[in-house]
């Protein structure tokens, strides 16, 4: 377990057991699925300028004379080349700053999730690629209310969280949902998110304040009321805090009034005290917190016992994967398996899964991690 392992080829990342409980569906879509979503919605009637080279390529434009067959082949192998452009694309607004990355929410996702058949297909999708990518369970986190239509009332939010947990069934690994209040938002919403997590609380497992950080700093006040009364009824809470400011005081005074143990992202400064940080290094970097990733605070933070975990916080923006992220450390600060077996162990714990869930998960880490 102390073996050292860098320069490990991705395929070994993947292989390994991995538990995330820091991943935004609305930021993990696949390019590909994203495209066929958008052809169904129309190329021009979109909001969005798409590159002509990106349309041509996903209508299989050129060769009209080749046979059958070959056409086939040829439209499929030019469609995976439109995903990586569009991929690229994507992820180029979503650089350099926080509210960047927000608005490529906006502008490239939000369109496509306010019909509900997509909602299920991309969850759906997204369980599967987090499979393939080794994880053992996940925790994936929406904000309901960004579903509900162009309008905001063509869909309930009974509707969105019956799309969404149709997306869960037949997942082969466990799987909770995070309902996010956002903090451009006000108290009367997060009362409503509030009773929508705890009225879906079999799948649901804890609620969130997500979005601007920058914009809307600190424990927002109009958001503790809604946090409590979800933990009143039994589910965990979480807070995006500390990515893109300094800890305060009053942060401090705020989580340990509520009983707050989990911080998305939660990196800077050195107040972390005992809570679990949600970690999110190739985020991070895309969105400017740390200039490179050797610059990220994730190694001396974990060195001095704060209880890290290591996660995407999405996969389509970063262009990142899991098990990229694991790689990247592995390479960046020299991570051994004892030390990713740790950080899993602790997500595991801070997980929302029940207490049988989690000691099976425990055991399937130590046995994985063992053979290393
Ligand atoms: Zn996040």
Same mark, same amino acid.
């Given at each position: 377990?102390?073996?050292?392992?860098?320069?490990?080829?991705?395929?070994?990342?993947?292989?390994?057991?991995?538990?995330?409980?820091?991943?935004?569906?609305?930021?993990?879509?696949?390019?590909?699925?994203?495209?066929?979503?958008?052809?169904?919605?129309?190329?021009?009637?979109?909001?969005?300028?798409?590159?002509?080279?990106?349309?041509?390529?996903?209508?299989?434009?050129?060769?009209?004379?080749?046979?059958?067959?070959?056409?086939?082949?040829?439209?499929?192998?030019?469609?995976?080349?439109?995903?990586?452009?569009?991929?690229?694309?994507?992820?180029?607004?979503?650089?350099?700053?926080?509210?960047?990355?927000?608005?490529?929410?906006?502008?490239?996702?939000?369109?496509?999730?306010?019909?509900?058949?997509?909602?299920?297909?991309?969850?759906?999708?997204?369980?599967?690629?987090?499979?393939?990518?080794?994880?053992?369970?996940?925790?994936?986190?929406?904000?309901?209310q960004l579903h509900t239509g162009p309008t905001g009332s063509e869909n309930s939010l009974d509707?969105?969280?019956?799309?969404?947990?149709?997306?869960?069934?037949?997942?082969?690994?466990?799987?909770?949902?995070?309902?996010?209040?956002?903090?451009?938002?006000?108290?009367?919403?997060?009362?409503?998110?509030?009773?929508?997590?705890?009225?879906?609380?079999?799948?649901?497992?804890?609620?969130?304040?997500?979005?601007?950080?920058?914009?809307?700093?600190?424990?927002?006040?109009?958001? *503790?009321?809604?946090?409590?009364?979800?933990?009143?009824?039994?589910?965990?809470?979480?807070?995006?805090?500390?990515?893109?400011?300094?800890?305060?005081?009053?942060?401090?005074?705020?989580?340990?009034? *509520?009983? *707050?143990?989990?911080?998305?992202?939660?990196?800077?400064?050195?107040?972390?005290?005992?809570?679990?940080?949600?970690?999110?290094?190739?985020?991070?970097?895309?969105?400017?917190?740390?200039?490179?990733?050797?610059?990220?605070?994730?190694?001396?933070?974990?060195?001095?016992?704060?209880?890290?975990?290591?996660?995407?916080?999405?996969?389509?923006?970063?262009?990142?994967?899991?098990?990229?992220?694991?790689?990247?450390?592995?390479?960046?600060?020299?991570?051994?398996?004892?030390?990713?077996?740790?950080?899993?162990? *602790?997500?595991?714990?801070?997980?929302?899964?029940?207490?049988?869930?989690?000691?099976?998960?425990?055991?399937?880490?130590?046995?994985?991690?063992?053979?290393?």
């Amino acid at each position: 377990m102390t073996m050292n392992l860098k320069n490990k080829p991705l395929s070994f990342w993947r292989r390994l057991a991995k538990a995330q409980i820091h991943e935004h569906i609305d930021c993990s879509l696949r390019p590909y699925s994203m495209l066929d979503m958008w052809s169904k919605v129309g190329f021009e009637t979109s909001k969005l300028t798409f590159p002509a080279e990106i349309v041509a390529l996903w209508q299989g434009q050129g060769k009209e004379n080749l046979s059958a067959e070959k056409r086939g082949a040829f439209i499929a192998h030019s469609r995976r080349k439109a995903a990586q452009l569009y991929s690229d694309w994507v992820s180029s607004y979503a650089k350099e700053s926080l509210n960047n990355y927000l608005a490529a929410i906006g502008f490239h996702v939000l369109p496509l999730m306010h019909d509900m058949d997509n909602l299920t297909r991309i969850v759906r999708e997204r369980i599967e690629d987090a499979v393939k990518d080794g994880h053992i369970a996940i925790e994936l986190r929406f904000a309901p209310q960004l579903h509900t239509g162009p309008t905001g009332s063509e869909n309930s939010l009974d509707d969105v969280m019956k799309a969404t947990i149709a997306g869960l069934k037949g997942s082969p690994i466990p799987v909770k949902l995070i309902v996010c209040a956002l903090r451009h938002e006000n108290g009367e919403v997060a009362d409503k998110l509030a009773d929508l997590a705890i009225k879906y609380h079999r799948y649901v497992g804890k609620f969130d304040l997500a979005a601007s950080e920058t914009t809307f700093p600190g424990v927002l006040q109009w958001w *503790i009321p809604a946090a409590r009364k979800v933990k009143a009824a039994g589910l965990d809470l979480t807070i995006h805090l500390w990515e893109t400011n300094e800890p305060t005081d009053e942060d401090i005074l705020e989580l340990d009034a *509520i009983g *707050i143990k989990n911080v998305g992202h939660g990196v800077r400064g050195l107040r972390q005290g005992g809570r679990v940080i949600e970690v999110c290094l190739t985020s991070n970097v895309v969105t400017g917190q740390y200039a490179t990733y050797a610059d990220h605070p994730v190694d001396s933070h974990y060195r001095s016992g704060v209880r890290v975990t290591l996660n995407t916080d999405g996969t389509l923006f970063t262009q990142t994967t899991l098990s990229l992220e694991y790689q990247r450390v592995a390479d960046t600060f020299g991570w051994t398996a004892a030390d990713f077996l740790a950080v899993n162990i *602790i997500a595991v714990e801070a997980s929302s899964f029940s207490a049988s869930v989690k000691r099976k998960l425990i055991a399937q880490f130590k046995r994985s991690y063992k053979a290393l």
